[in-house]
């Protein structure tokens, strides 16, 4: 049989066909095989799916590189084995939960299937629920482990598989590499144990909800102001996600009375039927919350995307138009707000700090500063600022965190990005804000007025494919060849390379060893503080280019100005890049 020119994939697609998958998967196989389109073959059945910074994640459908019962098998019974091994002849439980994505239940279903086969206690929820209560069950029911199915905020044609460890955070080196070489040891599916033991399976939900939002309620810093302010209006939109389940609940347990559900966005669907791409990052994907919230004057519009760990929002700016934060902007607005609120509570004594991603703006770190409160920066996937949390734990205390991509986090009870917490506090900023008698947009303004503004945007490239792999590669191997030398007139000074860990001052020519893993990543700095950052991303077949310019503000007279030339600053950095 010839299905592809790689013989790799002859043998990937031979091993499938001839194993004992069900007969509709084997048909699905031969149809691949007798089409003239080898490149659905090869897409198919070139690689094994593996753990990124979001763990298992890819298109729907049959083969090795695709998300089905037999990769989410194999996965599982990797990771129940790597599990059996590490804790030898003690009692070990898992929680796993799942989304609103098409087949996320039946994944669940069988992740707990393959955990109990393997004599492992498997604490399930009986329905949706979001990502961060998740990681709040591992450590609430001292599980060595969990699995939640979902694919994030991707397209509905993907879904996946985030593995956590026992400190709730997801797994991180070496755990990671550790369950992927199990699993690599598989020899087919004939390997995993499918037949569930239903003693070992118990169903949980109202267990949790309970504990996990009283939880949250300890976040408040401010319950003056909310009672003050509890009749906020807010429009909130969990973009047919499980968001539904928790934040209008949350909202109302701390205070706020006046919260706008987007109905046509409020039942959870894994087609996403009102929406291109569920992201709250995704103007379109708002775009009927902001509606919403522009024909009641609302004060606040939040949207969480479907495995409700991020969360977008929009207010109004200085012209009164309604306008979607980035995730830089509302990362520093509420993290401002903390700080602020934690020293005029007299909760700051020099033993406290935030922590975000490398990629994510550093005004964070200045603002941090200001207040004597340090700032721990990381590799970018939430999973290591998790790695902080548990490495200070008892040492310093976590004030809070996030980073660009929309996910926030504040205390430590979760050890993940957490929606549900971050609309609530960020209802509290914006009802702080309302009664300083200042917008959230205002308050944001002040900030650059007293740090200078900075601005940041994002450039993707989407490379699909093997193909498309090697090719993001390639650019990868072109700038560690041919660094640029200077971006809009400025100076390249220093250069980081997290793959080699090596900083090295082109000015001096001095190199010191970065502390971190090794990623693949690249960063240039120049002398003017721009900032270039080269990511091939963990969860989708992308680059990504993160650009941050930053100048002084003397006052919110010239905040459209300052900003409009910062956006010229960063398009001309991002042509001096030669992105194809």
């Not at 919230?293 to 109004?316: E, H, W, Y």
């Not at 390379?497 to 990623?519: A, C, H, Q, R």
């Amino acid at each position: 049989m010839s299905v592809a020119t790689d013989p790799a994939v002859t043998a990937k697609a031979n091993l499938w066909l001839n194993s004992n998958i069900d007969e509709e998967a084997k048909a699905e196989i031969r149809r691949m095989i007798e089409s003239e389109n080898q490149d659905e073959i090869t897409d198919a059945f070139y690689k094994d799916l593996e753990f990124g910074t979001g763990g298992l994640r890819g298109i729907m459908g049959i083969g090795s590189n695709r998300v089905n019962k037999y990769t989410i098998g194999m996965a599982t019974q990797g990771f129940a084995n790597y599990l059996n091994q590490t804790y030898p002849e003690q009692e070990i439980s898992v929680a796993v939960a799942y989304d609103s994505r098409n087949n996320s239940q039946f994944f669940g279903e069988i992740t707990a299937a393959v955990f109990s086969a393997n004599g492992i206690k498997v604490y399930l929820f009986e329905e949706l629920r979001p990502t961060p209560e998740l990681s709040y069950t591992i450590r609430r029911l001292g599980c060595k482990g969990g699995v939640v199915l979902t694919a994030s905020h991707n397209p509905k044609e993907y879904n996946g598989y985030k593995a956590y460890w026992n400190d709730g955070g997801q797994v991180t080196p070496p755990h990671d590499k550790n369950i992927v070489a199990e699993v690599k040891k598989i020899s087919g599916v004939e390997a995993v144990r499918f037949d569930a033991d239903h003693s070992k399976i118990e169903k949980i939900s109202e267990l949790i909800d309970e504990p996990y939002l009283e939880a949250i309620t300890t976040n408040v810093v401010s319950p003056e102001v909310i009672d003050k302010q509890k009749d906020l209006k807010i429009v909130f939109s969990p973009i047919h996600g499980t968001g539904i389940t928790m934040v209008p609940q949350i909202l109302d347990k701390i205070g706020f009375t006046n919260v706008h559900v987007v109905e046509a966005q409020a039942n959870p669907d894994g087609n996403f039927p009102t929406v291109v791409y569920p992201n709250p990052e995704e103007a379109e994907a708002m775009s009927l919350a902001l509606k919403m919230a522009q024909d009641m004057d609302a004060d606040l519009v939040m949207g969480t995307d479907p495995d409700s760990d991020r969360v977008g929002i929009g207010v109004k700016n200085h012209h009164g138009e309604w306008q979607l934060l980035n995730g830089n902007q509302a990362a520093t607005a509420m993290i401002f707000y903390l700080l602020k609120a934690w020293k005029e509570k007299g909760k700051l004594n020099g033993n406290q700090y935030i922590a975000k991603t490398i990629v994510t703006t550093d005004l964070l770190d200045k603002m941090a500063a200001s207040f004597d409160v340090k700032t721990f920066n990381t590799l970018t996937g939430f999973k290591y600022i998790a790695e902080v949390l548990k490495q200070q734990e008892g040492k310093m205390e976590f004030i809070g965190g996030g980073e660009e991509s929309y996910g926030y986090l504040v205390n430590d009870f979760v050890r993940d990005k957490d929606a549900i917490i971050s609309c609530a506090m960020l209802a509290e900023v914006v009802a702080y804000a309302k009664d300083q008698g200042q917008s959230l947009f205002d308050t944001l303004m002040d900030i650059y007025v007293e740090f200078g503004m900075f601005r940041e945007s994002l450039k993707s490239i989407k490379k699909g494919g093997k193909k498309g792999a090697e090719e993001i590669q390639q650019m990868m191997a072109e700038l560690r060849s041919n660094p640029p030398k200077e971006l809009q007139g400025s100076k390249v000074v220093k250069a980081m390379d997290y793959k080699s860990l090596v900083e090295k001052n082109l000015i001096t020519g001095e190199e010191t060893t970065l502390d971190f893993p090794s990623s693949n990543v690249l960063q240039f700095v120049t002398e003017d503080g721009t900032k270039v950052s080269a990511r091939p991303s963990g969860t989708e077949p992308k680059i990504k280019f993160y650009v941050s310019v930053q100048a002084p503000l003397d006052s919110r007279e010239n905040f459209d100005k300052v900003y409009a030339e910062l956006g010229d600053k960063m398009a001309g950095a991002m042509a001096d890049l030669n992105l194809n």
